[in-house]
């Protein structure tokens, strides 16, 4: 069974930082790229950022120079720091597990974890 289970999401001021966490859960971390993803109600899921088996990062524009994903394939996490946050970071954040071969899409899903930026 997998399992992806975010947490570090919260309440926090604009400019402030705020570490997600994804622990992952049965299947091999490390032979999967990962990503993390946003939504907010109304709106369409966007990428925010990802990390390829090797570490490669990738970063919506918008977000680059603020987060830095990363992973730790010894303990299963994927992680996304956000710095400098601003209003419109304000969403659901849901971290995706292991591309579908050939495809775009993630394989599995977590159960997302709010962030809230206020003003």
């Known amino acids: 069974q997998v399992d992806l289970v975010e947490s570090g999401g919260g309440s926090v001021q604009a400019g402030g930082s705020l570490k997600l966490s994804c622990a992952a859960a049965?299947?091999?971390?490390?032979?999967?790229?990962m990503a993390w993803y946003r939504q907010v109600p109304g709106k369409e899921r966007e990428l925010v950022s990802s990390?390829?088996?090797?570490?490669?990062?990738k970063y919506l524009d918008s977000v680059k120079d603020r987060f830095t994903i990363s992973r730790d394939n010894l303990k299963n996490t994927l992680y996304l720091q956000l710095n400098n946050l601003t209003t419109e970071d304000t969403a659901v954040y849901r971290c995706?597990?292991?591309?579908?071969?050939?495809?775009?899409?993630?394989?599995?899903w977590g159960q997302g974890i709010q962030v809230t930026v206020s003003s």
């Open positions: 990390i390829q088996r090797d570490g490669t990062p």
């Open positions: 995706a597990a292991c591309l579908v071969a050939r495809t775009s899409r993630y394989a599995w």
């Open positions: 049965g299947f091999v971390f490390s032979d999967c790229d």
